[in-house]
C-alpha cells in the first residue's frame, strides 16, 4: 500500500491552507488506486516543535509524525505565507527532521495567501528549500490566493500536480539510505588520515 502523508501549516481553525491540502489529498487519492493517508496538522504539534529545538528530543506525538514524513512514499506539503515566504511553524517541522529522512521522496508544494502577489513564492522559497532536503519536487506547484477558491482554475492546477504526484510515487524508488545518507561529522573522524601520511604526500609533490 503506497503511503501519503500530507503536512498541513494551517493556523486558523478552519483554514485556506488546511482547504487546499484537503483538496490536494482527494485528487492524490483519486490518482492512486491504493493508498494509506496520513495527516499532519503542525498547529496541533506548534509546542512540541519548539521543545524539540531546545531539547532535541520529540514529545511522542511530534515523532509519529517525523517517522510518518521520513517513511512516506509521497508527501502533500500546504504553508501559508507570511512575510514573502513559508510560515516559520512549516520551517522548523523541516528543520528537526533527521537529515536525509526525505532523500529521493515524491513532493507535492502548495501555498495559500490573501493575493496573487505571494504566488511566486513556490520557486524562490518552497522548491530551494526541498531541494536542499533532497526530494523530488513535482513539476506543478499549487499557490492559492483567497479568490482563487472560488474560481475553475484552481480545480484544474489540483488535478495536474496530484497526477504529476502520483506518477513520481510510482516511478521514483527511494534513494538508498546506505549510499545517500549525508556525512556527518562522525563519518568523517572515522577516516582521519594520519599526520605522517599527510605529510609524506606533501613531500612527494
Not at 501549516?9 to 484537503?22: E, H, I, M, V
Not at 506548534?46 to 517513511?71: I, N, R, S, Y
Not at 513532493?107 to 526530494?135: K, Q
Not at 568523517?188 to 599526520?195: D, K
Amino acid at each position: 500500500m503506497t503511503s501519503l502523508v500530507v503536512v498541513s501549516a494551517g493556523l486558523s481553525n478552519p483554514s485556506s491552507t488546511k482547504l487546499l491540502a484537503d483538496r490536494l489529498t482527494a485528487a492524490t487519492v483519486e490518482a492512486l488506486e491504493d493508498v494509506e493517508v496520513t495527516h499532519v496538522e503542525l498547529r496541533d504539534l506548534a509546542h512540541q516543535l519548539t521543545d524539540q529545538l531546545l531539547t532535541g528530543f520529540p514529545a511522542p506525538e511530534l515523532a509519529a509524525a517525523e517517522t510518518a514524513v521520513a517513511g512516506a512514499d509521497g508527501l502533500v506539503v500546504v504553508t501559508p505565507v507570511f512575510s514573502a515566504s513559508y510560515s516559520g511553524l512549516f520551517k522548523t517541522f523541516f528543520d528537526v527532521l533527521e537529515a536525509g529522512a526525505l532523500d529521493g521522496t515524491p513532493v507535492l508544494v502548495a501555498a495559500t495567501a490573501g493575493t496573487a502577489r505571494h504566488s511566486l513564492v513556490l520557486e524562490h522559497a518552497l522548491r530551494p528549500l526541498f531541494a536542499y532536503l533532497r526530494a523530488v519536487v513535482v513539476p506543478t506547484g499549487v499557490f492559492a490566493a483567497t479568490d482563487d477558491f472560488a474560481g475553475p482554475d484552481l480545480d484544474a492546477r489540483v488535478t495536474r500536480a496530484a497526477g504529476e504526484l502520483a506518477a513520481l510515487v510510482g516511478k521514483v524508488s527511494r534513494v538508498d539510505s546506505a549510499v545517500s545518507r549525508r556525512r556527518t561529522v562522525e563519518d568523517e573522524l572515522a577516516a582521519v588520515t594520519p599526520f605522517e601520511e599527510l605529510l609524506r604526500r606533501a613531500s612527494e609533490r
